[in-house]
C-alpha cells in the first residue's frame, strides 16, 4: 500500500491516519506482533522516512520503541499494549492510550498512576549513551541532542523521548585535543553542532552534513576542501556568524546565510575555545599561550588581548551579557568585557560549573546572580539525580536543563522549578 501512493500529500495523510493510528496498530500487535514491529521498520527505513513529518516520525519511533521492548510478553498477552503505551511512549500517545482504555477498552484492566504528594518532580527525561562524551550539541528548537564518542560515532537522542534515534560513525571527526592538561579539565570541543537556520548537524566539516535522519548531504556552505574541516566552532546568538577552526591555526569566518566565508583570522598561537559575545558584535577566544583574544566584529576585527596565567587551558563557554563572556581561569570562573576594563571573580568552578554550549539565556544569568537558589543545588538532593565530578549543563530553556558530564554515560533533563 505504501508503494503504491506517489503524491507526497497523499503518502502523510496515509501514514498519520491509518499506518500509525493507535488502534490499528494495537490491531497488528494482537494478530501478530513481529508483523506489527516489521512495518513500524519499513516506515523507519530513510527512502520512506523522509517524506513524512516529524509529528509522524515521533510516533513511529515511540510505537517501535514499546513494540521491540515488550515483544515477548505481547506475544502472549497483546491486550498489555495499551498499557505499554500508557507507561513508555509519553506526551499524546500516552494521552491517548489512557483514553482508549477508559473508553472503548473498558474490558482491558489497567493500572494507573496517580501522584497525590503535590511536588513537581526533577528529573524530566534520562538518556543512556553509548560511552562517554567527547562532544556535545543540542538543536537551535531544543528537540535533540547530538553526542559524539572518542571513536568517531555519533548518536542522535530525541529530547521528547530520551530515546536514540540512530547511531553512526563518522571518519572525518577530528576533536583536537592538543593541548596542556586538557583531559583533566574536561573541556569539550565544539567539533560536532546544529545549524542554527536549517534541520542539518555539521560533522566536523561543512562540506558534507548529517540530516535529522542520519544520512549524509551536500552542505549549504561554499567552501573549498581544504577550509571544510572544523575541530571547534560557534555561532552567534541570532544564527547569522559562524566562525571555524582546524587545529586551532586560523580563525574562519562565515556568513551562514550566504554560506560564504567572509574573512580568515591568522592566530599566534593555537585557539582552544572561542565565542562570540551575546550581541554578536565581539569574538572572544583563548589560546595555548594562556592569552584571551577579542575581536571587534564593528570595526573591522580590531584586535585585543590579555594573558591570564592559568596551569589548565583557559576556556570561553558562554555568552551571557551583551558584551561579555564567562571564562575559565584555574579552578575559577570569571566574567570579562569586551573592553578588559572590568574582571569579576564569581567563584569556584566546582560551585559555579561552565555551560557546555555557548548561548545566554535567563536561566544561566539567575543561575550566577544566586547559585545557592539554583537547580544545580537542588540536583545534588535528589538521589537519582545526576551529581558527579566535571559536571556540565546545557540550559533548554527557563524550565528545563540538560546535565551531563564527561566521565559518566547518562545524561538527565531536569526541571528547574522542581
Not at 22 to 29: C, K, M, N, P
Not at 114 to 120: N, V
Not at 293 to 319: A, C, G, Q, W
Not at 335 to 363: A, M, R, V
Amino acid at each position: 500500500m505504501l508503494k503504491g501512493l506517489d503524491d507526497a500529500g497523499q503518502f502523510e495523510s496515509f501514514v498519520s491516519d491509518y499506518f500509525t493510528d493507535l488502534e490499528v496498530v494495537f490491531a497488528g500487535v494482537c494478530v501478530n506482533v513481529n508483523l506489527a514491529s516489521d512495518n513500524l521498520k519499513i516506515l523507519k527505513s530513510p527512502e520512506i522516512f523522509i517524506h513524512v513529518s516529524d509529528n509522524t516520525r515521533t510516533i513511529v519511533e515511540k510505537l517501535y520503541f514499546v513494540i521491540r521492548k515488550f515483544t515477548f510478553s505481547l506475544r502472549q498477552y497483546p491486550q498489555t499494549f495499551l498499557q505499554n503505551v500508557v507507561n513508555e511512549a509519553g506526551g499524546p500517545l500516552s494521552s491517548k492510550a489512557t483514553k482508549l482504555l477508559e473508553t472503548r477498552y473498558k474490558d482491558i484492566l489497567y493500572l494507573k498512576m496517580k501522584r497525590d504528594d503535590g511536588q513537581k518532580h526533577a528529573i524530566e527525561i534520562s538518556c543512556i549513551l553509548s560511552d562517554s562524551i567527547a562532544t556535545i550539541d543540542v538543536s537551535p528548537k531544543y528537540d535533540f541532542v547530538v553526542c559524539a564518542y572518542e571513536e568517531g560515532v555519533v548518536e542522535l537522542f530525541s529530547l521528547e523521548t530520551g530515546f536514540s534515534e540512530w547511531k553512526i560513525e563518522v571518519t572525518t571527526l577530528e576533536f583536537g585535543r592538543e593541548s596542556k592538561g586538557r583531559e583533566c579539565f574536561m573541556m569539550l570541543p565544539h567539533c560536532i553542532v546544529f545549524h542554527p537556520r536549517e534541520n542539518l548537524i555539521l560533522p566536523g566539516r561543512l562540506d558534507k552534513v548529517l540530516t535529522l535522519l542520519g544520512t549524509f548531504s551536500k552542505g549549504p556552505f561554499h567552501c573549498k576542501q581544504d577550509d571544510s574541516a572544523f575541530t571547534n566552532c560557534c555561532f552567534s546568538l541570532d544564527g547569522s556568524k559562524m566562525v571555524t577552526t582546524y587545529h586551532g591555526e586560523s580563525l574562519f569566518l562565515w556568513n551562514v546565510k550566504s554560506g560564504i566565508m567572509e574573512r580568515c583570522l591568522p592566530c599566534g598561537d593555537m585557539v582552544y575555545s572561542l565565542s562570540f559575545t551575546a550581541s554578536g558584535d565581539f569574538l572572544g577566544t583563548t589560546d595555548s599561550d594562556d592569552c584571551s583574544n577579542f575581536y571587534d566584529m564593528r570595526n573591522d576585527y580590531e584586535h585585543t588581548f590579555d594573558f591570564l596565567k592559568s596551569h589548565f587551558p583557559v576556556e570561553i563557554v558562554s555568552t551571557f551579557e551583551q558584551n561579555s563572556w564567562l571564562c575559565s581561569v584555574d579552578c575559577s570562573t570569571r566574567c570579562i568585557n569586551h573592553d578588559l576594563t572590568q574582571s569579576s571573580e564569581l567563584g569556584s568552578e566546582f560551585d559555579i560549573p561552565l555551560p557546555g554550549n555557548l548561548h545566554s539565556s535567563d536561566e544561566l544569568q539567575r543561575f550566577l546572580q544566586n547559585p545557592d537558589n539554583s537547580w544545580l543545588s537542588r540536583v545534588g538532593q535528589d538521589p537519582k539525580a545526576l551529581y558527579m565530578e566535571a559536571i556540565r549543563y546545557i540550559p533548554l530553556s527557563n524550565k528545563s536543563v540538560l546535565v551531563f558530564s564527561c566521565e559518566e554515560n547518562v545524561m538527565r533533563v531536569f526541571n528547574v522549578d522542581a
